[in-house]
């Protein structure tokens, strides 16, 4: 891990980060023997695009509105008992 990170750290622009992680990691699997490394970079990008954004929303207010909340049938640990909704939403059990 520490190696990834360095490798990372040391590239000077995100778009080289990308370049950097889709070369030495993701185009060697044999899973995307069929994808090119201009898709695999957008990917990368893109992807990385929405931890972004999902870390940095912050609602302004509480949705008010009935939901309907589906869990699946195996627990996850690491999410919370509602998926973090309660954040988000006022929520009243019915």
Same mark, same amino acid.
């Given at each position: 891990m520490l190696q990834l990170t360095e490798g990372?750290?040391? $590239? =000077? =622009?995100l778009e080289q980060r990308v370049e950097y992680a889709v070369d030495t990691y993701l185009q060697p699997l044999a899973i995307f023997t069929q994808t090119g490394r201009k898709d695999l970079c957008h990917a990368a $990008?893109?992807?990385?695009n929405k931890l972004v954004i999902? @870390? +940095?929303y912050s609602? @302004? =207010? +509480?949705?008010?509105?009935?939901v309907t909340l589906v869990k699946s049938s195996q627990h996850v640990h690491s999410l919370s008992k509602d998926y973090g909704l309660s954040?988000?939403?006022?929520y009243k059990e019915t």
């Open positions: 990372l750290l040391s $590239q =000077s =622009s $990008q893109t992807f990385f999902a @870390d +940095r609602p @302004d =207010s +509480r949705l008010n509105s009935k954040e988000v939403c006022i």
